[in-house]
């Protein structure tokens, strides 16, 4: 065997092993990476490692899944970059297209539903641990604290999500800094997300839009998708319903890999097979040409301030709107005493439980759902 298919053998093994095993979200994939690409392997120093992680959130997508991508480039080249890509993601999707089939078969069985009560609220904990964590991390000044807060209110109005998060980036670079020289290099991501919305007819082609557009806009944390997924999906198209959203962000907690395959879920319930292929397409996608762009690019992206504005001010629109969201869905389940102590035992785990696992909330709140529905 070759040096090279020595290596792309080595880019597959571990990265399938990682698409199996990663429970816990980005943060905890980042770490399992550093410690198999730069400890163990010494594929790259840690800085080089660093400055990957910096760099793959100056892009749209998921960062954990760019950052294999990132580190199979390293080691393998172009084809690293390919097979890292789908051997992390691959297993995720397997996973998360087995529980769409058994959501979609026995999700309404009254056997079942019982569990769904109690999963409901368990979710709502992880989504405000999620967004409490990222709020800490993205309003890092006044002015994104302003902006954060504006663009929640504007959310609860009812406002255009996706106008929402490019308006919060365009406002942020404008209010923190357009005097700099390098406003073009600042100015041509910005320019990848101005997507028109679709219609609002269920075809593969409007499934796999609407998630290509979404992979688009989804800078940080691969909760932020939820937003999104809300304000596409349920407000805008009337394609889920809430209750459908939360149960498909729960079963994207039972899988490894990255929390983005809820699009598989979604996708399957939307149109079957071919629903669940295309939503995941549109979702990942776009990463691997990004992410194609971006190890030629990261040497300028690094330096642009503008760019590094128009991010902060994304991230801290992304948070607003998660804040709304999860007020509009936690508002809801708030009117059942049984769903509101759940949520309310949810949010206490999250938060005082020292790194427990969103698996074990899900499964926690499913068998007290049960448990509730026997009284």
């Known amino acids: 065997m ?97 529980l769409a089939i058994i959501y979609g078969k026995y999700g309404e069985v009254p056997e079942i539903a019982p569990f769904f009560f109690g999963i409901r609220p368990a979710v709502i904990g992880l989504i405000v641990n999620a967004t409490f964590k990222l709020g800490k991390k993205a309003f890092k000044s006044w002015q994104l604290i302003i902006l954060g807060v504006v663009i929640t209110l504007m959310s609860l109005y009812g406002l255009d999500e996706f106008l929402l998060i490019i308006g919060s980036g365009i406002a942020g670079m404008l209010w923190m800094g357009f005097q700099q020289r390098d406003r073009f290099k600042a100015l041509l991501f910005p320019a990848l997300i101005a997507l028109k919305p679709i219609g609002a007819l269920i075809t593969n082609k409007s499934i796999f839009l609407t998630f290509l557009k979404i992979a688009m806009v989804l800078f940080g944390s691969g909760y932020v998708l939820i937003a999104y997924l809300d304000a596409e999906l349920v407000e805008k198209l009337g394609w889920l319903t809430k209750d459908q959203l939360l149960d498909a962000i729960a079963m994207g907690q039972f899988t490894p890999g990255p929390v983005l395959t809820t699009a598989t879920f979604v996708g399957y319930q939307m149109n079957g097979m071919s629903g669940a292929l295309w939503a995941s397409l549109g979702m990942f996608l776009p990463s691997f040409f990004l992410v194609g762009i971006l190890v030629k690019l990261i040497p300028y992206l690094r330096k642009s301030i503008l760019l590094s504005n128009f991010l902060d001010a994304v991230n801290a629109g992304a948070v607003g709107i998660m804040i709304a969201v999860t007020l509009k869905l936690g508002f809801e389940l708030a009117f059942d005493w049984r769903a509101a102590i759940l949520m309310i035992l949810s949010i206490i785990l999250t938060f005082f439980v020292k790194k427990i696992s969103p698996l074990w909330i899900i499964l926690g709140g499913g068998t007290l759902g049960y448990l509730i529905n026997l009284l």
């Open 2 to 98: 070759t040096k090279s298919k020595k290596n792309l053998a080595e880019v597959f093994g571990l990265f399938l092993k990682l698409g199996c095993i990663a429970f816990g979200g980005p943060a905890a994939h980042i770490s399992m990476m550093e410690e198999e690409v730069v400890t163990k392997r010494k594929w790259m120093s840690r800085q080089y490692f660093l400055d990957m992680v910096g760099a793959t959130n100056l892009v749209p997508g998921p960062n954990s899944t760019q950052m294999t991508m990132h580190c199979g480039h390293v080691r393998a080249g172009w084809k690293g970059l390919w097979v890292a890509g789908i051997a992390f993601i691959g297993p995720a999707v397997f996973f998360t297209l087995i």
